[in-house]
């Protein structure tokens, strides 16, 4: 069965970096897309990105553009998030998400969520 | 940008009842890239619905979709208790803000 395990929580000071890990299961990890999506408390789900398992091709939202990075490693089956230049406004929970298929938009696979929290 | 609205933002409503959510986009969106999510405190979300109107896998016949446009809908023909939550729709990387449904 699909798994998506993520790592544990994370407590960083204001103009920090987080990284977030994504280990996949029970699947080909290559031959899917991998997205991340973010909550913060009291407020809607936001898309932050993709990446194509496959190849590394990414693709970010506008919002976090040149803030945010996504990686992968095949050999551990794992994607990466990296948010750097933390504010107190990036405390939230951070899910990895798949879709049923390679390229699509919804996602039926999601992790267990990793809540960063910001402060000083 | 696609900008989604959910309406309303919050419903009390008691087990058994018929619910209707309503999802708005600001500009015509592929019906074939709507999907609508459950979320519960503390977990992930949960896919109900995909491309307007399929279910996802495992979910129960009492959830439907449909819409075309910018106007869609959810229904959920009778509610059971496990219900109560907070339900989403989404296309491509637009969220709404979410209607909780909750306990009258």
């Known amino acids: 069965q699909v798994q998506l395990a993520q790592s544990g929580a994370e407590v960083k000071k204001p103009g920090a970096s987080v990284k977030v890990s994504c280990k996949a299961s029970g699947y080909t990890f290559t031959s899917y897309t991998m997205h991340w999506v973010r909550q913060a408390p009291g407020r809607r789900l936001e898309w932050m990105g993709w990446?194509?398992?496959?190849?590394?091709?990414?693709k970010y939202s506008q919002r976090f553009q040149g803030r945010v990075t996504i990686t992968w490693d095949t050999s551990a089956s794992t994607a990466y998030m990296e948010l750097s230049s933390l504010i107190s406004e990036d405390t939230a929970v951070y899910y990895c998400?798949?879709?049923?298929?390679?390229?699509?938009?919804?996602?039926?696979?999601w992790g267990q969520g990793t809540l960063v929290t910001v402060s000083s | 940008e696609i900008v989604l609205t959910q309406s309303p933002g919050t419903l009390s409503l008691s087990p058994g009842e018929r619910v209707t959510l309503s999802c708005r986009a600001s500009q015509s969106v592929s019906s074939s890239y709507l999907a609508w999510y459950q979320q519960k405190p503390g977990q992930a979300p949960r896919l109900l619905i995909y491309g307007t109107s399929s279910r996802a896998t495992g979910i129960p016949d009492r959830f439907s979709g449909s819409g075309s446009g910018t106007d869609f809908t959810l229904t959920i023909s009778r509610l059971e208790p496990e219900d109560f939550a907070v339900y989403y729709c989404?296309?491509?990387?637009?969220f709404g803000p979410g209607t909780k449904v909750d306990i009258k």
């Open positions: 990446i194509n398992a496959g190849n590394g091709d990414t």
């Open positions: 989404q296309q491509f990387g637009a």
């Open positions: 998400a798949r879709a049923p298929s390679n390229s699509g938009w919804y996602w039926n696979y």
